[in-house]
Structures are given as structure tokens and as C-alpha cells.
């Protein structure tokens, strides 16, 4: 069965700083990878998905992420971190016949001024 | 934009009591998705629906669970005996791509209806 590991809980960056969130998964053939935000209260919003082709997809709010298949990654990135990208990061599989996502236990992310 | 939408916002019930969370799916979507999270938990996978019968489902769905899509627009999640560890955020998804039958995943998300049983 497919799974998502996010290792990090809750990470803390200044605002300006560059970020990486962190995603392994585990699925035996190519995956669809996505990632997901969610603000406080709020439903979950699609940063940006992989599905083939190009290993380093970008995303909105000025997100991107690359695969690596060896690694087995698909790590978040954002070079300019800013207050508003304070909120919770999910990322998710897609698997089964009706490709549903299988999330990870999510980052919580957090932005000093 | 089209968005899901989800009804009630938040729902209060005492255990014991059934519940009925409706979600309306992007119009021209296929697949609908029921999920949920536990205060502080993972987002967790619940149900698929796809043609007007469910495609596949967790471990968590039970048979206190249902679904149902009673018309052109509307797709509900039954709870029918509520218990505590019911409470949580549920969140309804809707999917529009059918290739040969076969969905390439990107899910959109409602705002989720928040259940609390007391």
C-alpha cells in the first residue's frame, strides 16, 4: 500500500528565508504526487501536482517542487518565504482505481516576521 | 471560479444520532471523494463514488457510513449512529478526469463541515 512521510511536524523560518519541506513516499509504480495547503479553518488548496514529464514543476503562490525517483522524493520549495505562507502543508499520492490521495501527517509551518 | 461547497459549515449532534453532511461537486466533475481529520490528524481517505456507486473505501468506512448521490448535484455523507471518535472536519472532493475510465487524480477540496459529538 501507498504511503506519504513527512518528517518534519512544525517548522519555523523567517520571512524572507528560503524553505524546503520535506516528502517521501512509498508506491510501487510512478506515483502522482501532489501538495496540498491548508490555512486555519480553511479547506485544503492544490499548491501543484506531478504527474510526468519535467521533475521540477512549479506551482502557485511561487512554490515549486522536484521529483526524485531514486530518492523517492518530492520536496516542497519556496525561495522567498513570505508571512501569508504561514499554514499547514500537506503532501499526498494519488493511488487505487479511483486515485484517491493518501496524505502525509503534514508540516505546520510557521513565519517570523 | 466553480468551487465544491459543503453544507452545514458545523454541525453539533449528541451520540447516538444520525447525520447527513452534503456536499455539491464541481458541476462537470466525475469522482467524488468523502474525507476526514481528526483534530490534529492526518487528512484520511473514507470513500470514493464514481457512475452513482462507490468505487472504493477505507477501512474507516463502516456500516454506520453511506453515500449517496440523490440527484444531479448534490452527494452526501451519512453517519448513522454517532459516535465520539466520529467528531471531525470532513471534507467533501470532487475530480474531473476520466481517461478510458480511469481518473488521473488532481482532487478539489470544499471548506470541510465540521461534525462535534457531544
Known amino acids: 500500500a501507498q504511503s506519504v512521510t513527512q518528517p518534519d511536524i512544525h517548522i519555523t523560518v523567517s520571512e524572507g528565508a528560503s524553505l524546503e519541506l520535506r516528502c517521501n513516499y512509498s508506491?510501487?509504480?510512478?506515483?502522482?504526487l501532489f501538495w496540498y495547503v491548508q490555512s486555519p479553518g480553511q479547506g485544503l488548496q492544490l499548491l501543484l501536482k506531478?504527474?510526468?514529464?519535467?521533475?521540477l514543476v512549479q506551482g502557485i503562490k511561487g512554490f515549486e517542487a522536484e521529483f526524485k525517483r531514486s530518492q523517492s522524493s518530492f520536496n516542497l520549495r519556496k525561495p522567498s518565504v513570505h508571512w501569508s505562507d504561514a499554514a499547514e502543508y500537506f503532501c499526498a499520492v494519488s493511488a487505487g482505481s479511483a486515485r484517491q490521495l493518501t496524505f502525509g501527517s503534514g508540516t505546520q509551518l510557521t513565519v517570523l516576521p | 471560479e466553480p468551487e465544491v461547497t459543503q453544507t452545514p459549515s458545523h454541525q453539533v449532534t449528541q451520540m447516538g444520532q444520525e447525520v447527513i453532511l452534503r456536499c455539491v461537486p464541481i458541476?462537470?466533475?466525475?469522482?467524488f471523494y468523502w474525507y476526514r481529520q481528526i483534530l490534529g490528524q492526518k487528512v484520511e481517505f473514507l470513500v470514493s463514488?464514481?457512475?452513482?456507486?462507490?468505487?472504493?473505501k477505507s477501512e474507516i468506512f463502516d456500516d454506520q457510513f453511506s453515500v449517496e448521490r440523490p440527484d444531479g448535484s448534490n452527494f452526501t455523507l451519512k453517519i448513522r449512529s454517532t459516535k465520539l471518535e466520529d467528531s471531525a472536519m470532513y471534507f467533501c472532493?470532487?475530480?474531473?478526469?476520466?481517461?478510458?475510465?480511469?481518473?488521473?487524480?488532481?482532487?478539489?477540496f470544499g471548506e470541510g463541515s465540521r461534525l462535534t459529538v457531544l
Open positions: 506531478y504527474f510526468s514529464g519535467d521533475t
Open positions: 508506491y510501487g509504480a510512478t506515483p502522482y
Open positions: 458541476s462537470n466533475h466525475l469522482y
Open positions: 463514488f464514481y457512475n452513482n456507486e462507490i468505487s472504493e
Open positions: 472532493a470532487s475530480s474531473p478526469y476520466a481517461i478510458r475510465g480511469k481518473n488521473t487524480g488532481e482532487l478539489f
